[in-house]
């Protein structure tokens, strides 16, 4: 439960925002009066979710065109602002998570020059999402303490019956004459188990509805406000939330990477929206508000599509963006090789990229087998001239070669999991599978061989993986059980940069040959 004093836990903000700081009480005013007649008042919420650090223009393979980066979503942004103002209706501009893991601007910097984009695009609130832990506890305090915005969380504390940490705040409470708005962030429960352990050990990720129906169980809180939940949660836990917690009025949402092109409306009247990923996408909301109940009277919705050339690059963003292109250096755009064809990120089975991958692991380490988990590579290989910055996309976690032995019967169990996930199938090297899907879980896998032997249950092989799934990720706690488990120190990106290097140029994707569905 928390604490009876709602102060302790809310953040005051400016549309601007103020300077972080260790406290969490902060009071400034705000302009605009949202004045939609005696009854209602309007309000415009822009928002993003789920960047992974996309802030630079980039070529969409085989789209042929170019995403415009963060100097023309800021120039959009902007014009909304303007058009408001001009109206007299406030404008929030809200992350819902997962700001900068996946890129070198992103990642090299440990996300402070996304911290710094967003100071300057005027951000209001940011959910903490699961990737923000991805450098640790210490370096997402860190990036709080030079964020002109809060990060919100209302289920992260310190043990299972602690407070937050001094950094997050569960809730911002914004006063526009005439309206109020409480946003409240939430932040997924599985971040536990599939962010590295020792990077949230201090933590417990609590149930988010519980979490935000405690919160709307102090007396401090008003019932006629709008209430706003910035989630990282997924579009399902989002729906349930909705039904949950029927107070809701909005959800901001994030870490599905749904691109949700029309607000869901959920039972309780509750709008649910979310924005896709990597920056191709932002939100725009339009709100007419009943003064006297704080619900949504009516809404307006449209997505904004960032692509080069619809609106001019935001000045001041594109000079913050040469700057951090220049710190970073040209070393990223240096060619490691090329590609004869796109090569895709897994769907469903086996993908040229994750045989790649695995294949790059499996050969580093010098193991019978390698695996790699689906949903840890991030982006394409577009064809032609492959660069480190390439790579640095499809693979922006700083992750470790792991060692281990593992036994035939636990190469079994882990595939038969890795079947029921379907778009989340292992990637593999060194084995072949064939499987059927139709069969009832734990009884898919038909065959099995390593080395093109068939494989004995009770017989060891030596296997190298990541050192995400070492620790269990993706809840794949069989790896926890290998034997003689050693970490080579080995990034998992150099490894795929000299094996790229090494097999240039990279056929195109050809059929599956190690993971074989069968009539």
């Known amino acids: ?134 450098f640790g506890y210490e370096n997402l305090e860190r990036l709080a303490g030079i964020a002109d915005f809060p990060f919100l969380s209302a289920n992260i504390r310190l043990g299972p019956a602690g407070p937050p940490p001094d950094f997050i705040t569960p809730l911002a409470k914004i006063e526009y004459p005439g309206l109020t708005v409480f946003l409240i962030g939430l932040t997924t429960e599985e971040t536990g188990r599939i962010s590295l352990p020792g990077h949230v050990s201090e933590l417990e990720f609590g ?50 990477h749904d691109l949700i092109r029309r607000p869901e409306l959920a039972e309780t009247g509750a709008l ?16 007419t508000v009943d003064k006297k109940t704080g619900r949504v009277v009516s809404h307006r919705y449209r997505l904004f599509e960032n692509r080069e050339g619809v609106y001019p690059p935001d000045p001041e963003i594109a000079g913050l963006l040469g700057e951090i292109t220049e710190n970073i250096g040209l070393e990223l755009d240096r060619e490691v090789g090329k590609a004869e064809g796109d090569l895709f990120p897994p769907d469903r089975g086996e993908s040229g990229l994750g045989n790649l991958l695995s294949d790059a692991i499996r050969e580093t380490a010098g193991t019978d087998i390698a695996f790699h988990n689906a949903y840890g590579i991030r982006s394409p290989i577009p064809a032609g001239r492959i660069t480190l910055r390439d790579l640095y996309l ?102 795929l940069a000299e094996t790229v290097q090494r097999r240039s140029p990279l056929p195109p994707e050809g059929a599956p040959e190690r993971l074989i569905e069968i009539p």
């Open 394 to 495: 499809v693979m922006p976690f700083d992750n470790t070669i792991v060692t281990m032995e593992l036994t035939g019967g636990q190469i079994g169990e882990l595939l038969e999991q890795s079947l029921t996930l379907r778009k989340g199938m292992l990637q593999v090297s060194g084995l072949r599978a064939e499987y059927r899907l139709q069969p009832p879980e734990g009884e898919r896998l038909v065959a099995l061989e390593i080395g093109g032997a068939p494989v004995r249950d009770q017989a060891v092989y030596t296997a190298a993986v990541n050192s995400f799934l070492a620790a269990g990720g993706d809840y794949f706690d069989t790896f926890t059980a290998g034997s003689n488990a050693r970490d080579t120190g080995v990034a998992v990106r150099d490894a």
């Open 207 to 256: 149930d988010p509805a519980e979490a935000l129906r405690d919160l709307l169980s102090l007396p401090e809180f008003e019932a006629d406000n709008l209430l706003v939940a910035v989630t990282h949660l997924g579009r399902d836990r989002d729906r349930e939330l909705a039904g949950a917690v029927p107070e809701i009025d909005v959800i901001i949402g994030g870490h599905s």
């Open 272 to 287: 649910i929206c979310q924005a896709g990923a990597y920056g191709l996408h932002a939100g725009r909301l339009d709100l």
């Open 1 to 134: 439960m928390f604490p009876a004093a709602l102060k302790n836990l809310t953040v005051i903000i400016s549309r601007r925002g103020i300077p972080a700081a260790a406290a969490l009480i902060f009071a400034a005013g705000l302009a605009g009066t949202g004045c939609a007649g005696n009854r209602h008042s309007r309000i415009t919420i822009l928002h993003t979710n789920d960047l992974h650090g996309h802030v630079l223009p980039r070529s969409l393979a085989g789209e042929g065109e170019n995403t415009g980066g963060y100097a023309v979503f800021v120039s959009w942004v902007e014009s909304v602002r303007r058009e408001n103002r001009r109206r007299e209706i406030p404008t929030l501009l809200l992350d819902a998570g997962d700001i900068f893991m996946g890129t070198p601007e992103g990642n090299l910097t440990r996300g402070a020059a996304v911290i710094e984009l967003m100071n300057a695009a005027g951000y209001d609130a940011l959910a903490v999402g699961n990737h923000e832990f991805d």
